[in-house]
Every structure is written in C-alpha cells, then in structure tokens.
C-alpha cells in the first residue's frame, strides 16, 4: 500500500495549462477513482494553483497509472489536446512520506504562491469535504487530512507566517501603486462574490482606495458582500459601464468565457479618456482575454504574472517558512508513525501468534508425557504463558516505541525476518502484511 | 534606471541634494557674470547653453518638489552635466553688449533657456514614463515598489512640464523677433537656427494641442514629449554648434 500524489501546480505549469484541468466539483472524478480497483481512497484538490490527486493505493504503480490517466481524461477540459509532452512537464508525481509532506505543507501555505495566504486552508478542506461526501475518503486519508488540518493550525499559532499575509490585493495595491500615484481618487471594480474576492475587497477597503464596486453573475451575492464593506452592488450586465467608472479592476469568478475582451476595454477606454487601467485576473479560467494586455493603457497581470512578486514575498519570509517546515516535518512524521504503527499491527499478532502456538504445542507435548494433578497443569501452564509473555514483552515494547522513530521500519522487517513470521504467512495464506487489514 | 530598487531610494535623495547644492553654486555663478564690466552677452551659445543646464536643475527641483518625481534626476543631472561642461570647454572671451536690443536679446535667451529646460524636464519625465511603462507591461517590476515615480506622477510632471516649457518657448520665439526687429528693422532673421527652432515651435505647437486639446493617451504624450526635446535640442544647440 502507498501513498501517492500526482498533480500541477504555480510551480510546474501555466496558468493556460491550469486552467484546462481546474474543475468545480470533484465528486464524479473521485467516485470513478475509488471504484477502479488500485485505489482505495482518493483526494481532488482543485484551486487556481494547483490540481492536485491523493490516493491511498493498494496497487501503486497501477495506481499511478491510473491517477495520470485522469488527467489525460476525465480531468481535461474541452478544447484542444494538451500534447503529451506538456502534461507530462508539468505533472510531478509523490509517494508516500515525500506525499504526505505536500499535502501538509499545502495545507500550511509554505507552497502557496502567496506564502501564508489564508484561502488554500479553507480550498483543501473543502476538497477533503467533497471527499468525504462521496465516500471516497477511507481511514488513512480521513487521518491524514484532519493532521493537515492541526498542522496548518499549529503553524498559524506558532509562527508569524500568517500574520499580515501579503495576499493577491496587496500584491495588486503595490502593483497600482507603480502606475497610479494616490488610491484615494482611484476606484475599483470587483468581478465575483467569492472567498477571493471577499479578501481582496478587505485589503483593498483598508489600503484606502476610493470607490469599490462589486460585480457579480448574482447580483443578490454581490449585494451581501458589499454591503458589508460598504461597497456598491451591481450585475455583471453593468460591465461596460462599471469599467469606464472604474481604474483598477480585480476578477475572479467562474466561467468557460472571458468577461473582458479587447473591443469591450477597447470601447471602455475610449470613454474614459485612455485614462490607465489596471486590471489583476486572478479567476481560473481566466476571466480577462490576454489580448487585452496588448492595448495601450491597460496594465494585465494574471496569476503567473503575480509570481515574481510571490517569490519576493517568499524570501522575505524565510524565517517563517523554515520554522513552518520545522512543524510540518514533525507532524510528517507523527504521521508515517501513525502509518507504520498500523503496519506493524499484523506483524505484533503473527508474532504473538506465533509464540502462543509454540508455547502451546510445547505443552502440550510435556504434559502428554507427565501424570500430573490438574493444579500442578494449571502451575506449569501459566508458568509457560508467564515465560512467553515476559519473553515478548520487552521486543514487542522497543517494536512500539521504535515505530514512532525513523528505524520504525527496519525494527519491523527484522522481527518478521528473525522470527520467520512471512515465512508463516506465506504457508498459512500466501499473503504479506496489509496494514489495511 | 529600470535596476532602481528600493535601495535607489537613498542615493536618489543624495543625488537630488547634490544638484541642489550644484544649482546654486551655478547660480552664484551667473550672478558674479553679471557683475562683469561689460555683462556679458547672454546669446554666446556657451553661456546660453550654461544657463539652460541651469535651467533645467532648477525646473527639476522645483518639480520634484511638488511631485514625487525624484528619479528624473537620473536623466536631469547627466544632461546638466554635459550642458555645463560644453559651456566650461567652449566659452569665449565675452562679447560687448548690444545697445538698444540687450533688453529682447536677454529676455529671448532667458525664456528660451528656460523653456528648453522645462521642456528637457517633459523630455525626460516622457523618457521615463515609456522605460517604466515598459516595465510593467513586460510584467518585470512586480511587487517591489519601485523608486521609479508612479506613472501618474510621470505623466503629471511631463504635462506640467510641457505646457510652461512651451509657454516661455514661445516666448522667446516672440523676443527672438521682436530682438530682431529692433536690431535689423525686419521680423525674420531667417537661417538655419531660426528656421529650424520655428518648425520645432510648430511641432510642439501640435504636440501641444494633442495633449490638452484631445484625451491623448499618455504613453503617446510620453512619445511626443521625447520626440519634441530631441528635435527641439538639435534645433537649438545642434545647430548653434555647427554655426
């Protein structure tokens, strides 16, 4: 059995890329995953970062396979193929302690492209939830995942790595701040009503800008956020309007199609005087024609664009990512400790086995030759369980504490070894452990 | 100028502080010139030269005070630079002055300097402008807040600049005539330099109407800005050079 993770992530491939494999609802995917027969638990992580697969697999290089044919199909968009050689740039395949480590470190935003950005917390707990709903989250990943959860949390309260986030809106406010000299005269136009925007509608409120406008497919969600940031509400029918009013645009919301496209901010800019527009399209699929960078007075910038200033970001926060990574190590292990521990379970009962059924057919051959009361029997038996048991408890005890440690394996394999217990096993049914048993 | 980073910022101010320190040594300069028996002629190409590079350090500074707009001087100081140091190697014993046209001959230099250094200011904001603009449509400057000044800032000192700078320009073409009036009794010298400086007048005449007359862009404005100052220093000191 093994952990595995195949996906793409800011790191391995293109927002262009990114984009064809995002997905809304993770359930079809994960039920199809579950039901081939190499995987027994599955996670589908889908942000605008990154698409992710966990799998909990009792057949891993099957498993693999498999999880990379996902892509290839039920994952892939509409449009034209991606080339083989593309996908395969860009996927990044991990097993086991080197999987689990990711997926903690995700769930931390130490991977982020904004390091210790709030939102990917809330991302992989909806994924783990979608998960868990169709039933395709099991014992190991429904253990993993709440551990990445209480990762995230320790790394929160024990590091300033979440403390003033630089979030997308802050990397747009620098941004702005290098093409328009105050904010305060400035206004904003918001595409979407999501957790995103929610956030950037925050940052924004506080870095001072001026007017802010909130435009959504549903004007009635549009209409709750704003009110809260006192902010206007307005349907994305305004589009055209709420652009000529407006000098910095930030979108993130669904859709197949771009909302703007170069005649829309063509006609907008005219209107405004080809006053600058600044427009951060941070929705996957983009939300924002990347043809509109090529016109004059407007200022494009996408997800991969906001990279460079994540990287700036991340150097700043070395410190805290290196106490970050500190935690997540620890619990990655607690976690493989976890793991082991269920692994050794079979090996602790083939071993007590083992010894109950020599101890047995011993005395059972000794009493056979003796006339003995059934007191003195019942001394002697317990006098042999009592040797057992003395003799065993200290290897079983080290067995334990060691598997906590990194020489939790070998302990593991040298008492199978040194007791013959696969040798057993394989008389007896012919199968190795399964720590799923 | 596009490798100005946050650590820029102090040798910037530093910089700044030494031009200011430099324009009054050169002022103080002009005023022990003036001070001369006879006073110079302010038409020596040299000395006008001086006055411009003088010019051109004070609009700056002045500028810069209003707007944020410090980085200009990485282009403001090697041209005052070269405009001081031309005047240094290339200058004459000075010429007597001129009786009845010292007034219009003096005010034509003067307004004209000074509108060929507002002008060079519109030059090297529109210069900056269109490197910064580049910049940040390649996606190169993210994050960091540059020490660049904001492209509105740019685009606000290119159009401050720009509408003073042509305001004495034009001012000096009208003592530049009535100078001559008074000196030949006709209105047209004719010859390379005024003909030349008459047509760069009516270049910006249009660069000048695009901008404030219709919603130009500013990145075209930032063009038509380094354009005018290129035709406008060759008309002016180009050809001077070559009389």
């Known amino acids: 059995m093994s952990l595995l993770l195949v996906g793409m992530s800011h790191r391995t491939a293109s927002v262009e890329l990114r984009e064809r494999y995002a997905i809304e609802d993770p359930r079809p995917v994960l039920s199809k995953l579950v039901a081939s027969p190499e995987i027994d638990e599955a996670v589908l992580l889908s942000t605008c970062n990154r698409v992710e697969l966990v799998a909990w697999a009792r057949e891993p290089d099957a498993a693999r396979l498999r999880l990379r044919s996902c892509f290839e199909r039920e994952l892939a968009g509409d449009g034209a193929p991606v080339r083989a050689a593309e996908l395969d740039g860009a996927l990044y395949e991990l097993v086991d302690g080197a999987a689990i480590r990711h997926v903690l470190r995700v769930a931390c935003a130490i991977d982020s492209l904004v390091v210790g950005e709030p939102q990917i917390l809330g991302q992989v707990k909806d994924a783990y939830r979608a998960a868990v709903a169709c039933g395709a989250c099991g014992p190991i990943l429904g253990r993993l995942y709440p551990r990445a959860f209480a990762t995230a949390k320790r790394v929160k309260n024990e590091t300033r790595l979440a403390e003033r986030p630089i979030s997308v809106a802050r990397v747009a406010v620098d941004l702005a701040r290098q093409i328009f000299e105050s904010l305060e005269d400035k206004a904003a136009l918001l595409v979407g009503a999501g957790d995103m925007i929610e956030l950037a509608l925050d940052s924004l409120r506080r870095h001072g800008l001026g007017a802010v406008r909130v435009a959504n497919r549903t004007p009635a969600r549009a209409a709750a956020l704003a009110a809260r940031f006192g902010a206007s509400a307005h349907g994305l029918d305004e589009l055209p309007e709420l652009l000529r009013r407006s000098d910095l645009v930030l979108t993130c919301i669904g859709g197949d199609r771009p909302l703007l496209d170069p005649p829309l901010v063509r006609q907008a800019l005219r209107e405004r005087g080809h006053r600058p527009l600044f427009a951060i399209d941070i929705g996957v699929p983009r939300n924002v024609d990347p043809a509109v960078n090529e016109l004059d007075n407007v200022y494009l910038y996408d997800l991969d664009d906001l990279s460079a200033a994540a990287e700036s970001n991340a150097r700043e926060r070395q410190r805290e990512v290196e106490q970050a990574e500190a935690i997540v190590l620890a619990e990655q292990q607690r976690f493989e400790g976890w793991l082991l521990a269920l692994a050794a379970v079979p090996t602790i009962r083939a071993l007590v086995s083992r010894a109950e059924q020599i101890r047995r057919s011993e005395l059972e051959r000794a009493l056979s030759g003796l006339a003995l009361d059934e007191r003195t029997a019942a001394a002697v038996e317990a006098l042999s369980r009592g040797i057992v048991n003395k003799l065993l408890h200290a290897p079983l005890s080290r067995l334990r504490e060691e598997l906590e440690g990194e020489a939790g394996l070998a302990h593991l394999e040298a008492a199978r070894a040194l007791f013959a217990l696969d040798d057993e096993a394989e008389d007896d049914s012919g199968e190795g452990p399964d720590p799923s048993r | ?243």
């Open chain 2, 1 to 243: 100028v596009t490798g100005l980073g946050v650590r820029a910022r102090r040798f910037l101010t530093l910089g700044v502080a030494l031009l200011a320190l430099a324009a009054l040594l050169h002022g103080a300069a002009f005023f022990e010139l003036h001070r001369l028996e006879p006073t110079p002629q302010l038409t020596d190409l040299p000395l006008a030269v001086s006055l411009a590079a003088w010019l051109l350090v004070l609009s700056f500074l002045a500028l810069q005070l209003r707007l944020r707009t410090r980085a200009l001087a990485v282009l403001v100081a090697p041209g005052a630079f070269l405009g001081t140091v031309f005047a240094a190697f290339s200058a004459s014993a000075p010429e007597s002055g001129e009786v009845g046209s010292a007034l219009w001959s003096h005010l034509h230099v003067l307004l004209a300097s000074g509108g060929l250094a507002l002008l060079g200011v519109a030059g090297a904001a529109g210069g900056l402008y269109l490197v910064h603009h580049r910049a940040i449509k390649r996606k190169h400057p993210v994050g960091l807040p540059s020490a660049l000044p904001s492209l509105e800032n740019l685009d606000r000192a290119n159009s401050i600049a720009t509408a003073l700078g042509f305001l004495l320009l034009s001012l000096g073409v009208l003592t530049g005539v009535l100078w001559v009036e008074t000196r030949e009794g006709r209105l047209w010298p004719g010859g390379l330099h005024a003909n030349a400086t008459l047509a760069v007048w009516l270049v910006y005449a249009v660069l000048v109407g695009a901008r404030f007359g219709t919603k130009q862009s500013a990145r075209i404005a930032a063009l038509g800005a380094v354009t005018g100052f290129v035709l406008l220093a060759a008309a002016v000191i180009g050809v001077g050079v070559l009389r």
